[in-house]
Structures are given as structure tokens and as C-alpha cells.
């Protein structure tokens, strides 16, 4: 009872798009490190804004997919939808750690301090524990209907706030600099190449994640519905 | 499966720990207010201007800090894969087994009679 993502032709597509994730990742790497120029006043620790913002980037798309499996699931009940918000979330919460991890980081040196509670940063935050309950409460909630339903539902909640953070750099003062605008961006012409591979970097590898996570989810559903049959005829405890 | 739900959750409560930590620990990084001599306490007071030695901002090098920022990512990348590999592997391998159970059961079983007995 395979489905087209568990399949052959699905661990097929699996495997081209994880070698173009890391063709496009060693590609950003190299544009980041050498294509690209040392910042004037920064220095060197400038080029974290490389991996940094793209990956806020890919929380955005991330929450997307899994409010997406939310409101599917709690409207239509399908283990793929359910697979997907899964998904969704534990990709968002890898690049919640990774914004979390590399902007203090940064900040350090470009602050003199690793944190503020500046607006954008604090909602951030916010966000970020709201999906990582969502994947705890996935985790050690079992896989019972109600423990999906109020994920997901956690899931819708938490959609606003990162709206908010998204906002708050145009809503309230803060510390936190908006390099890239309409206008195009405070970027060196020299630093544009990076920041699109790396863009491009991370939405394969957003792409890749949800969908190996997801394939994992549907193949633990698939063992749940076996257990349940065996347990059903009787012959679970000989399994 | 349990083990690596054990693992998972191990993770996430690092995770959870880590994140609190930023949020605990901070304040003791949010605000640099620079060193002062030691004074006799009656000597100092509230208003009164002690003056900063060395320099306003955090002297960090930057080198340390970047590598910090992409080792940190390629490590989580890496325990990712390794995480969602072994999920696979054991739910497929679970799955295998209890469809070959399942099977050997079906065949072993015997059929239902549908037709009366012959007379």
C-alpha cells in the first residue's frame, strides 16, 4: 500500500532532487566564500547574513506548508495532509534553530551584544516555541486524533505571529536591519550572485526535508495500519 | 521506533532547553554597562560616572563567530539526515515484516465455508 511518494519512481525523484540540493549548496558555498566580497565594516562575519537570512526565508515557507497540512487535514482527514503538516513543522522548527542560532551570532559582533529584545527578534522567538510545541506535542503526543487536530490547530496560531514578525521592522523601531527592500537591497552588486544561490540552495533543501520527512510519516502510518490489523487478528504479540 | 522517539524527544528537549536558555541568558548579555573599580561603598554612589576602560563594544573576532554559524548548521543538517534515515529505515523494515506476517497469517488461515456441506 505504497502511495507515488513512497514508491520507486518517488525515492527516485528523492535522490535527483537531494543531488541538486547539494550541487546548489557546495555552489552557494563557494559563491559565499570566495565569488563574494568581504564587507567593509563587518568583516568577515557579514557573510552569516548568507545562510541567515534565507533561512528565516525558508521558516516563512515551511509554516506555509505546514498550516497548508493543517487546515487540509482538519477539513479532509488524509494521512498525507497529516504527513504534511508534520513535515512542515519540523522543517520550520530545523530553520527557526538555525535563525536563532546564526543571527546572536552575528549580532555579536555587529551589536557588541548577542541579543536584543528588539520587536522582530522577540516575535521570532515567539514563533519559534509555538512550533517547536507543535513538534513536541507531534512527538510524545502519540499519534491520536485529538493530538493532531490541536497541532494543527497550533499550527493556524502560530501563522500570524510570524506574520507580525515579518512586519514588525516597518511597524516599530527596532535594532534589527532591513538590508533587502523594494528599492533591491543595501547588497554590493559583487554579493548578489551569493545570495540568490543561497536562496535557491535553501528552497531545495526546504523542498528536500518536507518531502523525506513526509515520506516518513506516511510510512509510520502505514506501520500504524499494519499494527492495527495484526492487533485485530490477534497476532500482534507474535509480531 | 521507540528508541528513535526517544531520540527525537531527547533532541527536541535539547532544543526546548536551548531556546529557553537564549531567553534566560540574555539579559545577561543585553546590556554591557562596562567595569567599575572595585570602591568603598560608602564612596559610591548611584550617580555617580565611572568611566569605561577599553572598548564600548564587544571585541569579538569574526572568524570564530562564522565558522560557529556554519559548523552549527552543517552539524543540525547532518543530524537531521541521519535522524530522518533511521526513521525510514526502521518504519520500512517494520513494515515489511508485519506485511510478511500478515501474508504467512492470510494463507495459513483457513477459508470460510460459503457453501452448505454435502449431504
Known amino acids: 500500500m505504497h502511495g507515488a511518494s513512497n514508491g520507486p519512481r518517488g525515492h527516485l525523484g528523492l535522490t535527483v532532487l537531494a543531488g541538486l540540493t547539494t550541487a546548489c549548496g557546495l555552489a552557494s558555498l563557494w559563491a559565499i566564500f570566495v565569488h563574494a566580497p568581504v564587507e567593509l ?17 525558508s521558516v516563512y515557507v515551511s509554516v506555509v506548508v ?59 522567538l515567539l514563533a519559534s516555541l ?14 491520536g486524533e485529538a493530538e493532531k487536530r490541536f497541532a494543527a490547530g497550533l499550527a493556524v496560531i502560530g501563522m500570524p505571529v510570524l506574520y507580525i514578525t515579518h512586519l514588525s521592522v516597518q511597524l516599530w523601531r527596532g535594532q534589527h536591519p532591513t538590508v533587502i527592500t523594494g528599492r533591491g537591497g543595501g547588497l554590493h552588486p559583487d554579493m548578489v550572485p551569493a545570495l540568490v544561490l543561497s536562496f535557491i540552495f535553501f528552497t531545495l533543501l526546504t523542498a528536500l526535508m518536507i518531502w523525506a520527512r513526509a515520506r516518513a510519516e506516511l510510512t509510520r502510518h502505514e506501520l500504524e495500519e499494519l499494527e492495527g490489523q495484526a492487533a485485530e487478528l490477534g497476532i500482534l504479540e507474535d509480531a | 521506533m521507540i528508541s528513535t522517539c526517544r531520540a527525537a524527544l531527547r533532541a527536541l ?23 567599575t573599580e572595585e570602591e568603598d561603598v560608602a564612596e559610591s554612589r548611584a550617580t555617580s560616572f565611572q568611566a569605561v576602560s577599553g572598548p564600548t563594544r564587544e571585541a569579538m573576532p569574526g572568524g ?9 548548521f552543517m552539524v543540525m543538517l547532518l543530524g537531521y539526515v541521519v535522524y530522518l534515515g533511521r526513521l525510514q529505515t526502521t518504519s520500512a523494515r517494520e513494515v515489511a515484516r508485519l506485511g510478511a506476517i ?18
Open chain 2, 64 to 72: 570564530p563567530l562564522l565558522l560557529g554559524a556554519y559548523g552549527a
Open chain 1, 41 to 57: 565594516q563587518m568583516g568577515i562575519v557579514q557573510k552569516i547574513f548568507y545562510f541567515h537570512v534565507p533561512s528565516a526565508y
Open chain 2, 13 to 35: 528537549t535539547l532544543a526546548l532547553t536551548l531556546l529557553f536558555s537564549v531567553g534566560v541568558v540574555a539579559p545577561a548579555f543585553a546590556q554591557d554597562e562596562g567595569t
Open chain 2, 102 to 119: 500478515l501474508d504467512a497469517h492470510a494463507k495459513a488461515s483457513p477459508a470460510p465455508a460459503d457453501s452448505a456441506p454435502p449431504e
Open chain 1, 130 to 143: 509555538i512550533y517547536t510545541s507543535v513538534v513536541v506535542l507531534r512527538s510524545i503526543g502519540g499519534a
Open chain 1, 66 to 124: 505546514c498550516v497548508s497540512g493543517g487546515v487540509m487535514y482538519l477539513w479532509k482527514r488524509g494521512p498525507k495532509w497529516d504527513a504534511l503538516a508534520v513535515a512542515g513543522a519540523e522543517a520550520a522548527l530545523f530553520f527557526c534553530l538555525m535563525v536563532i542560532i546564526t543571527g546572536p551570532l552575528w549580532g555579536a559582533r555587529a551589536w557588541g551584544t548577542f541579543w536584543v529584545w528588539d520587536p522582530r527578534l522577540t516575535t521570532f
